[in-house]
């Protein structure tokens, strides 16, 4: 039921394309570390779902109207759990709601780096995430010029908040973006 709300709330808040592809992917990474971590999958793929819902609708970031504050009363409203919540809150820094969960540090986790390694897969000679490597993102990492918007130390912390070896969360995501999308028939 969660799922379906979820789901329900997406179809009617996202707009664009490329929200509704940075949502899936997410999910997909959620959906990776709660069989990682062996923990709820429809919590962890519907937080990584509904954390940027009101992205394309909002035109800046605070309360209580911005991202993800509008988000947020969303959620609120149709039920969504206190957990789901502060994660959500949480995956932004400028909220300054501390990620205290696994979940919301997962989520923190998984944002801008799957983001990234999409951005990887644009630019690798097969464009898709199959023939991604480690090395491959690496050497984009290392490039200041490649996704300038997307900061290196947040991608770092991430992984450092969630106890998971960098080089091993990277492959954990690129696994996960490899993998079926069943929460969005
Ligand atoms: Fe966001
Ligand atoms: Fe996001």
């Not at 779902?49 to 988000?71: E, F, I, R, S």
């Not at 991430?158 to 929460?183: M, T």
């Given at each position: ?135 491959f993102?690496m050497k984009r ?45």
């Open positions: 039921m969660l799922l379906a709300k979820a789901r329900e709330l997406v179809r009617s808040h996202v707009k664009s394309d490329n929200l509704l592809r940075h949502l899936l992917q997410v999910a997909q990474c959620m959906n990776y570390y709660a069989n990682f971590f062996h923990q709820n999958n429809e919590e962890w793929v519907v937080t990584g779902l509904v954390h940027d819902l009101d992205y394309d609708t909002t035109k800046h970031t605070n309360p209580p109207d911005g991202h993800p504050y509008l988000g947020v009363s969303i959620l609120k409203n149709n039920g969504f759990s206190d957990s789901i919540i502060e994660a959500v809150l949480g995956h932004a820094d400028y909220t300054n709601v501390q990620r205290v969960t696994q979940l919301a540090k997962c989520l923190y986790a998984v944002d801008e780096l799957s983001g990234f390694l999409n951005a990887c897969s644009r630019v690798h000679p097969s464009r898709n995430f199959e023939d991604l490597t480690f090395d993102v990492f290392n490039e200041k010029s490649f996704s300038k918007g997307i900061s290196r130390d947040v991608l770092l912390r991430g992984a450092e908040e969630l106890e998971v070896d960098f080089r091993q969360h990277v492959e954990n995501c690129i696994n996960a973006l490899r993998s079926d999308i069943w929460f969005w028939p």
